[in-house]
C-alpha cells in the first residue's frame, strides 16, 4: 500500500495554504499531493474529516495522549463510551462526559503543563495569518470548542503507554475502511506523518483516534456494575418472595448480540423503556381514576469489545410491583436520532377480577433502530425472573424480588 509522508507542521500549513487562504511561507512547497481533502469552509463548518488532520499535525507527545487517555477512561467509568468531546478539551482537560453534576465537576481537576487544545491553537495561530480573504484562526476555534465533535480512543485500555495513535474520522457511511494519519517519531527524532487505511483490526492493535460527533452527553447513563459488587451471575440467583405485599422489577443484565453501527461512529446506545402502573392498588372503581401508567426511561451504553459479554447492572424498572400488575409495555431501543414520535401502547392492572388498560405514550425517533417492543405480562416476569430472555438482537436478565 502506498504511503503518503508529510513532514509534521505540513497539513495545517497546507490546510492554511489551500482552504483558509492565508500566506504560510515555504511550507506548502514540500507538501506532496494528496488523496484526501480536508475541508474548512468558509462558513467555519468545522467538520470531523477537517479535525482529524489539524490534530495529526499537532506536535502532542505523551503529557497530551495521557491528557486524552485520561478523558476516554473516565468517561467510560462514568458508563459513557471511551470519547473526549471538544467542549471539555479546551474547557476542561483531562475531564470525561459525566464529570460534572449541576455545573460542578466530580473528583480533583487534573493540571497539564500543555494540554492539547492549547498546541492545536497555537499550530493555528502560527499557520495563519488573518488578512483580508482569510479567516480568522480565533474564530474557527471557538466554532470548534462548541462544536459536537469529539475524540474517540476504542479499546484504549489497551494502550502501551507510550504508542502514538492514527487519527481518522468518521466518514458518515457504513464504510470499514477509511483514511488515517500515522503519526510515528523515527530513529532520527524527526516527527512524520504517514496516510494510511485504517479498520478496526487496527484499533486493536494500536492507538486509533476517531473525530466524530458526540450524541450521547446529554444522558444519563445506567453504570456497569464491577464484578466486585455484581456477585454471583444473575442467571443463578434463586427466586425469592418478598416479604411485603409488592416486589421489585430490576433490570439486571444485558448482551448485544451484534453492533448496531459502524465502527467509526463508537459503541451502541440503547434505551430500555417500560410503561407500567407503578404501586396499583385500587380497591374501589373511584379509586382507578387516581393511577395512570409511568414510563421508566434509562441509557445502556455497550462498548464495542463487549459484543456478546453479559453486563452486570441494578436498575430498577418498577418500583412497586404489585399482585394487581397484569401487563406492562416494554420497548428497547438503539438510538440513531430523527424525528420525535411516539409508541402508543398500554399496561394493564386488574381489580375486581375485570382488567383495565392504561394508555402509555413512549416517545421514539424515526431513525431508531428498534430491537425489540411488546407487552410483558406479569406470568412471564414472575416465571422467568433471574434468567435470559431474548429480545431480539440482546439478551436481557429481569429480576423480580
Known amino acids: 500500500m502506498k504511503k503518503l509522508d508529510f513532514i509534521s ?25 494528496r488523496r484526501t481533502s480536508a475541508v474548512v469552509d468558509a462558513s467555519l ?76 491553537a497555537e499550530g493555528l495561530r502560527s499557520s495563519c495569518s488573518t488578512r483580508a480573504g482569510g ?30 495513535p492514527v487519527i481518522t474520522f468518521d466518514p458518515g457511511t457504513e464504510d470499514t475502511v477509511n483514511v488515517g494519519y500515522a503519526v510515528e517519531i523515527g530513529a532520527d527524532g524527526v516527527r512524520r506523518i504517514s496516510e494510511v487505511l485504517v479498520d478496526e483490526k487496527m484499533a486493536m492493535r494500536r492507538p486509533v483516534w476517531v473525530v466524530n460527533r458526540n450524541s450521547d452527553a446529554s444522558y444519563k447513563p445506567v453504570v456497569m456494575q464491577s464484578s466486585e459488587n455484581s456477585g454471583r451471575r444473575h442467571d443463578e440467583r434463586p427466586y425469592t418472595k418478598a416479604m411485603n405485599d409488592f416486589k421489585v422489577l430490576t433490570f439486571r443484565s444485558f448482551t448485544m448480540k451484534r453492533h448496531f453501527d459502524s465502527w467509526f461512529a463508537g459503541g451502541s446506545e440503547f434505551f430500555v423503556k417500560c410503561g407500567a402502573v407503578n404501586g396499583f392498588r385500587a380497591s374501589t372503581e373511584a ?19 463487549y459484543l456478546n459479554v453479559p453486563l452486570d447492572f441494578n436498575a430498577v424498572l418498577v418500583s412497586e410491583w404489585t399482585e394487581q400488575m397484569e401487563d406492562m409495555a416494554f420497548i428497547i431501543i438503539e438510538d440513531d436520532g430523527g424525528t420525535r414520535t411516539s ?59
Open 9 to 33: 507542521g505540513g497539513i495545517i500549513s497546507f490546510l492554511a495554504a489551500t482552504v483558509f487562504c492565508c500566506s504560510c511561507g515555504k511550507e506548502e512547497d514540500r507538501m506532496p499531493e
Open 45 to 120: 463548518s468545522v467538520t470531523p474529516e477537517s479535525v482529524a488532520a489539524l490534530l495529526a499535525d499537532v506536535p502532542f507527545g505523551e503529557e497530551q495522549m495521557r491528557e486524552v487517555y485520561d478523558a476516554v477512561s473516565s468517561s467510560s467509568c462514568n458508563g459513557y463510551d471511551e470519547e473526549y468531546t471538544m467542549r471539555d478539551l479546551f474547557g476542561s482537560p483531562g475531564a470525561g462526559v459525566g464529570d460534572f453534576s449541576g455545573g460542578v465537576r466530580a473528583g480533583k481537576a487534573k493540571d497539564y503543563g500543555q494540554p492539547l487544545w492549547n498546541l492545536l
Open 135 to 164: 479567516i480568522d484562526p480565533e474564530k474557527f476555534i471557538e466554532s470548534l470548542a462548541g462544536s459536537d465533535l469529539q475524540i474517540y480512543w476504542p479499546y484504549s485500555e489497551d494502550w502501551d503507554g507510550t504508542s502514538l
Open 287 to 305: 379509586e382507578l381514576s387516581l393511577y395512570s401508567a409511568s414510563v421508566t426511561d434509562f441509557m445502556v451504553v455497550v462498548k464495542r469489545k
Open 343 to 401: 409508541w402508543k401502547c398500554s399496561a394493564t392492572v386488574k381489580y375486581n377480577s375485570k382488567s383495565y388498560g392504561f394508555d402509555v405514550e413512549i416517545p421514539i425517533y424515526t431513525k431508531d433502530d428498534i430491537v425489540w417492543r411488546g407487552q410483558l405480562s406479569k406470568n412471564y416476569i414472575e416465571r422467568y425472573s433471574g434468567t435470559t430472555g431474548h429480545f431480539g438482537d440482546v439478551d436481557v436478565i429481569l429480576s423480580l424480588e
